[in-house]
């Protein structure tokens, strides 16, 4: 089917009010819409039912799901004009002062030895007329190397986004999952350099994971790479990727032993997730949670980064940095500046 049939049908639904999810994993070919008839809210307490799945930061014990028992798919349309002008958010010097404040903070307890690494994020309000499945489309064209996604539920809400880290991807002899850490603007004439704060930063994620993914695997069955570069639209991170054999325990197992990821939480990760709670003052909600398809075939979820909440002409996008002993507070600001104007050019 073509670009103007996919859009459309995602008219017809968003008219409707009722639940859909309309999504495409990275680099595929493929749009995939699972919807509803009704304005029931399915939750799953195990992910043992087939559906597309959001969770938040605090990863409660009720996930919502909309169900795939309707689908429908498309062909990936042709990419869209979009306006490439780079956006500049003006320093706000309130919420400047707040941000550096709070990684201030963050280095002094890595300093006494609490914290070894911590995300901190914040978010900014943007007005914009577009309806979300036409901000999906222009994610959608922007975005091939991740997975993009508009979810929308009445009694949840609208959240779209464009997250290049793979969560957790299941297959009926693999199992794979990444370290993601590090980001700089993307140059196709120049390969990134990577300062020694992004390699210290990647070296602490994938310790970490390493060392969770032996709670689930022999320490023979997890294989992993060197760092390598992975793009994300204008952006580029630091990346090692890991495969495991098939799982073998339970996927709410796996989840909870991997969630919150050090790439969205922290090092140890207790005590950033609890620094995270107690310092930032405003709910998380799904940014940085985790999400994606579960179908008995294969599983992908992927870390909710890159995102914005819709709300009736409000766009509201979440950003974070990584924050080390190494982390200059201006440098840090700066790069979730960085990050807000990558995503704020779909509006």
Not at 161 to 175: I, K, W
Not at 297 to 308: E, G, I, P, Q
Request: hydrophobic share 35%; aromatic share 10%; charged share 25%.
């Amino acid at each position: 089917m073509n670009a103007i049939t996919l859009e459309k049908r995602l008219d017809v639904l968003w008219e409707s009010q009722l639940p859909f999810v309309v999504f495409r994993l990275p680099e595929s070919k493929k749009v995939t819409i699972f919807f509803q008839d009704d304005k029931q809210l399915y939750t799953t307490t195990d992910f043992s039912e087939s559906g597309f799945v959001m969770t938040s930061f605090e990863n409660s014990e009720d996930y919502p799901f909309i169900p795939n028992s309707k689908i429908e798919s498309f062909t990936k349309p042709s990419s869209q004009f979009i306006d490439n002008q780079p956006i500049v958010f003006p320093d706000s010097p309130k919420s400047k002062q707040e941000f550096v404040n709070l990684v201030e903070a963050a280095k002094e307890e890595i300093a006494q030895g609490k914290l070894q690494k911590v995300v901190l994020s914040r978010f900014l309000d943007l007005h914009s007329e577009k309806k979300p499945h036409k901000l999906f489309l222009a994610l959608e064209s922007k975005y091939t190397h991740a997975l993009t996604y508009l979810w929308h539920h009445p009694l949840v809400g609208s959240w779209l986004g464009a997250t290049p880290e793979q969560f957790v991807e299941l297959t009926p002899t693999r199992t794979h999952t990444m370290a993601l850490a590090g980001t700089q603007v993307y140059n196709p004439d120049k390969p990134p350099l990577w300062s020694n704060k992004e390699k210290e930063e990647q070296g602490l994620v994938t310790q970490q994971l390493l060392l969770d993914l032996k709670r689930v695997y022999e320490k023979g069955e997890i294989e992993y790479s060197d760092p390598k570069d992975k793009r994300a639209g204008n952006l580029v991170h630091l990346c090692t990727y890991f495969t495991m054999p098939k799982l073998k325990t339970s996927l709410k197992n796996l989840t909870q032993v991997l969630h919150p990821t050090p790439a969205v939480g922290g090092v140890p990760k207790k005590e950033a997730k609890n620094f995270i709670l107690n310092k930032e003052e405003y709910n998380r909600s799904f940014y940085t949670g985790f999400l994606g398809p579960i179908t008995s075939d294969k599983t992908s979820l992927f870390v909710n980064l890159r995102c914005a909440e819709w709300k009736s002409g409000r766009l509201r996008l979440y950003v974070g940095a990584g924050i080390t002993s190494s982390s200059d507070s201006e440098q840090e600001w700066k790069e979730t500046q960085r990050k807000a104007e990558t995503l704020a050019q779909i509006v």
